[in-house]
């Protein structure tokens, strides 16, 4: 799925406009009317199926078009029965949008509808029993217009951040910047429209200086924009949902990005499946060099993860002292040992006729040590094939920069932030690390993969792709030489790199979220994401799970 950035999906919106045709003011009805759908009916919404609830929502709604998406949703889940709803506008400046105005009139329409209704009924009540009853519906509209105005926030209470979208052009000022601080410091959920209000859509400078809205969850219209797939912004954002507002799709495809969100779709696209005539020489053979003393462990996962993700043959160079463990630990394997006992010396004979094998993996449990470090320069300097690098591997290209010469075409690199730090330096915020990245990869002709939350993967042709597969329990030891297995097993089975790293990544986060739902985030460890793969590759090919 491409990843349009603010201004393209400003065009595909006046385009929508122009060309279904549909009125602006419509076009925010439609939009506010499938935020409404979320709030009323999605699961994880904190208002689900609660039309009477004892919770106050309180709306924020700036003067722009996201201050009018506020007031529509105001208008229409009152027009619903949902029982208590204050609006409050902040007025920033002196000049509503248009469309904000005109949904400031359509709602006090309401209210004043809903007045009458109470009087009404509370005049029968008296005829009747003399007594008026209470009516069940509140919705009121407030101005804020300094502190003084801010109402007090309930920890019950639901808030909307409907006060600035993909309009800000600057940091937020003054008491609106104040408002952002208190509803922040409240303790009630709070849902931001389209955006967090505070947030830019891509580059946000000195962030831990500004006002920005801390939501639970964001409805954000049409999709991702690219600032959300920050992990940074994640204290921003919350969960992030895709609400549809059916801006023309045609249009949106056309436009040229280079940033892409994988699918379960383009996944699936991607695997290839394995013909019944099959041999196991139709799927590869991979070399892994991994692995020192205490820290076989890495080997060993790496080493699972290759076979089981499909690899057709896989020899394994270990340290003498890695011989009987993997042996016992993964029998489906060939070992090689190295000369030293403990480390990485050499790459043996059996290993150095490296054209047999048609991809290679290294790095995972490696160590520093200077025999080791040697054996790394020569394995780099020994192909061409492109290969995967991780941990020390990268921590060895670190401290020896020179080698970059050497390193193949099209290699993947699988650097965590500390890692990638180390080997491209640092950068001031998320936008500008992701600009870094795409230089790096390009100037280095290399793929590389920084792991987070969500996996940022960038190609040496200046795309980015972004897995949000995944979750917190995969934090935990081995993980990354999971994925070095996995990436090491499609390369060698033929996939191109590019395929590669967004199958295994996607592959890695699938089957790491079917571990977590089983075993939880905190019980499961690397070697259940290995355990699940199988899980993740059926729902792959055959939509199970
Ligand atoms: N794009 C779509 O598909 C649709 C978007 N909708 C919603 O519209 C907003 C964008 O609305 P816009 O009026 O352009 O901007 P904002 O509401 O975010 O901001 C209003 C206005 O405020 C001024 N401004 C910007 N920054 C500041 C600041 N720091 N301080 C004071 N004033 C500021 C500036 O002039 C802005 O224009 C989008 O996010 C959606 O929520 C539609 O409703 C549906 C279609
Ligand atoms: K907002």
Redesign the pocket.
């Known amino acids: 799925m491409k990843i349009l950035t603010a201004e393209q999906?400003?065009q595909?919106?006046q385009y929508t406009i122009q060309n279904e045709p549909i009125s602006s003011i419509d076009?925010?009805e439609r939009?506010a009317s499938q935020c409404v759908d979320w709030l009323l009916y999605d699961e994880d919404s904190p208002l689900g199926y609660c039309f009477s609830f004892d919770k106050t929502l309180k709306i924020f709604s700036?003067?722009?078009?996201?201050?009018?998406?506020g007031l529509v949703i105001a208008r229409l889940l009152a027009e619903k029965g949902l029982s208590n709803i204050q609006v409050f506008i902040i007025n920033?400046?002196d000049k509503y949008?248009p469309d904000c105005e005109e949904n400031i009139k359509r709602l006090e329409k309401v209210i004043q509808k809903l007045e009458k209704k109470k009087n009404k009924s509370n005049k029968k009540a008296t005829l009747a029993t003399r007594e008026p009853i209470p009516t069940q519906q509140h919705l009121s509209l407030h101005y804020i217009k300094s502190v003084s105005d801010f109402p007090e926030i309930q920890a019950s209470d639901v808030v909307i951040d409907a006060i600035?979208?993909?309009?800000?052009?600057?940091?937020?000022?003054d008491f609106t910047a104040q408002l952002i601080a208190y509803l922040n410091h409240s303790k009630a959920q709070i849902i931001a429209?389209?955006?967090p209000s505070g947030l830019f859509a891509e580059n946000n400078e000195d962030i831990e200086h500004r006002a920005i809205i801390k939501a639970n969850h964001t409805l954000t219209?049409?999709g991702y924009k690219l600032a959300f797939l920050y992990d940074q912004n994640y204290v921003f954002t919350g969960k992030v949902h895709i609400v549809h507002?059916g801006?023309d799709k045609n249009f949106m495809g056309q436009q040229a990005s280079d940033l892409f969100l994988l699918t379960k779709q383009d996944i699936y696209k991607k695997l290839k499946v394995r013909p019944k005539t099959a041999h196991k020489g139709n799927f590869g053979h991979a070399l892994l060099v991994v692995g020192s003393e205490g820290k076989m462990g890495a080997a060993v996962l790496s080493a699972k993860a290759c076979m089981r993700t499909g690899v057709g043959l896989l020899t394994v160079h270990v340290p003498k002292c890695g011989y009987n463990i993997m042996q016992t630990a993964i029998p489906e394997a060939m070992v090689v040992v190295d000369k030293k006992k403990k480390s990485i010396s050499k790459i043996c004979r059996e290993s150095t006729d490296l054209e047999k094998y048609t991809a290679i993996g290294v790095g995972c449990g490696l160590g520093k040590g200077e025999k080791t470090v040697q054996a790394f320069h020569d394995l780099l300097k020994s192909t061409s094939m492109p290969m995967v690098i991780d941990a020390d591997g990268l921590n060895i290209l670190a401290e020896n920069l020179s080698w970059w010469d050497f390193v193949p075409k099209h290699s993947i690199l699988t650097p965590h932030p500390k890692e990638f730090e180390r080997l491209f330096g640092r950068a001031n915020n998320p936008y500008l690390r992701h600009q870094l990245q795409i230089a790096m990869s390009i100037q280095r002709q290399v793929f590389i993969i920084l792991k987070g939350a969500t996996t940022c993967i960038t190609t040496p042709e200046g795309k980015t792709y972004f897995n949000t597969q995944g979750n917190a329990g995969m934090a935990t030891g081995g993980s990354g030489d999971v994925l070095t297995g996995i990436l090491t097993s499609l390369l060698a089975q033929g996939y191109t790199p590019e395929e590669a790293c967004c199958i295994g990544t996607y592959l890695h986060g699938t089957s790491g979220n079917m571990a977590a739902k089983r075993l939880s985030q905190e019980a499961m460890i690397a070697g259940d994401i290995i355990k699940y793969l199988s899980k993740a590759f059926r729902s792959l090919h055959y939509g199970e799970g």
């Open positions: 999906i400003r595909a919106d076009l925010m939009a700036g003067m722009g078009n996201n201050g009018g998406d920033y400046s949008s600035f979208g993909s309009g800000l052009n600057k940091p937020i000022k429209i389209d955006i219209f049409e507002i801006l």
